[in-house]
T-cell receptor, first 114, second 113 residues
Framework: SQQGEEDPQALSIQEGENATMNCSYKTSINNLQWYRQNSGRGLVHLILIRSNEREKHSGRLRVTLDTSKKSSSLLITASRAADTASYFCATDLNYGGSQGNLIFGKGTKLSVKP | NAGVTQTPKFQVLKTGQSMTLQCAQDMNHEYMSWYRQDPGMGLRLIHYSVGAGITDQGEVPNGYNVSRSTTEDFPLRLLSAAPSQTSVYFC????????????FGSGTRLTVV
């Protein structure tokens, strides 16, 4: 079963609006990462938040992490048509300090209409 | 810097054939992984490696083999192709997942007929 689950599966907004995507996960993590994928392309890393961090910003992106609820959110402010893409959360599982096991969710498909 | 290079970009195989998907990175990254992406399934981890000579299984390893003899290369071998292995395959690498995310290749679109 998937470690991470994004919600909603699809989101359609107008340019200039904010977009919020959520991610829930099941087991203890080292960190949680968000990626963007434009149609037919490889994934691009957006932001990484460690398990001991609660909030992180990068440009128009804001990520929060609540380890007690095992959930994260990605907020894109003042969205643009170019933000149209699929967004994935990925969790780096905490296996006694081991790494490399980065598990992705199924993604949220964001459509920003001009 | 070329980043993560995957070859070929497209491939059609017949059921039962074997082949190797190539992945190379020139960033001296220790961590490398192979994922497959199917519609509605997101990305699923096939195999990963935390350094030369070290590999481990991911979520869906059956039907695939990997080896990591050098830091730069991480080939994925399909032993006997099946239609269920029709997918887009992505290779990714990272210096360390403690601090950095993965850099992804552009993918290999594989069709097994």
């Amino acid at each position: 079963s998937q470690q991470g689950e994004e919600d909603p599966q699809a989101l359609s907004i107008q340019e200039g609006e904010n977009a919020t995507m959520n991610c829930s996960y099941k087991t203890s993590i080292n960190n949680l990462q968000w990626y963007r994928q434009n149609s037919g392309r490889g994934l691009v890393h957006l932001i990484l938040i460690r398990s001991n961090e609660r909030e992180k910003h990068s440009g128009r992106l804001r990520v929060t992490l609540d380890t007690s609820k095992k959930s994260s959110s990605l907020l894109i402010t003042a969205s643009r048509a170019a933000d149209t893409a699929s967004y994935f959360c990925a969790t780096d599982l905490n296996y006694g300090g081991s790494q490399g096991n980065l598990i992705f969710g199924k993604g949220t498909k964001l459509s920003v209409k001009p | 810097n070329a980043g993560v290079t995957q070859t070929p970009k497209f491939q059609v195989l017949k059921t039962g054939q074997s082949m190797t998907l190539q992945c190379a990175q020139d960033m001296n990254h220790e961590y490398m992984s192979w994922y497959r992406q199917d519609p509605g399934m997101g990305l699923r981890l096939i195999h990963y490696s935390v350094g030369a000579g070290i590999t481990d299984q991911g979520e869906v390893p059956n039907g695939y083999n990997v080896s990591r003899s050098t830091t730069e290369d991480f080939p994925l071998r399909l032993l006997s192709a099946a239609p269920s292995q029709t997918s887009v395959y992505f290779c990714a690498s990272s210096y360390t997942l403690w601090t950095y995310g993965y850099t992804f290749g552009s993918g290999t679109r594989l069709t097994v007929v």
